[in-house]
């Protein structure tokens, strides 16, 4: 949102150019959108995904096997999972509750015993098999109410702009809490 013209190509500039993995984790504070990234230097690898895990990322170890996707679905393509023994979890995801809330998925347990999805904010490394949360890196300065209103309207403001220049943007109007906020 602080930098509307960067197209893909700058940002995986900008991140190149950075000397470590911790700087360039600090750098992506300022993305926003819905992304997968994986960031490796000689020593290490990490994946992560935007601050809302809009793109999600699911994530199996199972004897030698490794292995990663966007649906659970796509690694059990490859090897075979376990179903969980969680009925309580087998309900929620097979129930009306769970397809009206757009299939919304809480914590990190899927419906496989071994399988499991990467939290907003969170950093998988690739080489330990470890989930550490990376987000926010430090704690933000304090702002008086106006600070923040101002800041959070240059951030939207700048979202909306960075999106218009990439893609030719709708905005749905369905009378809805979020029609209204956004009029």
């Known amino acids: ?10 940002i995986v500039n900008e991140l190149s150019g950075c000397n470590t993995i911790q700087e360039a984790l600090s750098r992506t504070d300022f993305f926003n959108g819905r992304y997968v990234m994986i960031l490796a230097d000689e020593n290490s690898q990490y994946i992560i995904n935007d601050a ?7 994530y199996l170890f199972k004897d030698d096997f490794f292995g990663i996707g966007s649906t659970p679905n796509i690694i059990t393509t490859f090897i075979e999972c ?4 969680n009925q309580e979890l087998l309900d929620y995801l097979y129930s009306d509750r769970f397809i009206n809330l757009n299939k919304s998925w809480f914590g990190t347990e899927t419906p496989y015993k071994d399988l499991f999805m990467l939290l907003p904010n969170h950093l998988f490394d690739l080489h330990q098999k470890k989930i550490t949360r990376f987000w ?3 704690n933000p300065p304090k702002k008086s109410i106006e600070e923040s209103v ?5 951030i939207m403001r700048g979202t909306i702009e960075s999106g ?20």
């Open 164 to 183: 218009s220049n990439r893609y030719k943007l709708h905005c749905s109007l369905t009378g809805g809490w979020d029609s209204r906020m956004m009029l």
């Open 150 to 154: 101002r800041y959070i309207g240059d």
């Open 136 to 138: 926010p890196v430090k």
């Open 52 to 58: 809302t895990a809009s793109k999600q990322v699911f």
């Open 1 to 10: 949102p602080f930098h509307t013209s960067a197209n893909n190509q700058d």
């Open 82 to 85: 376990e179903k969980t023994k």
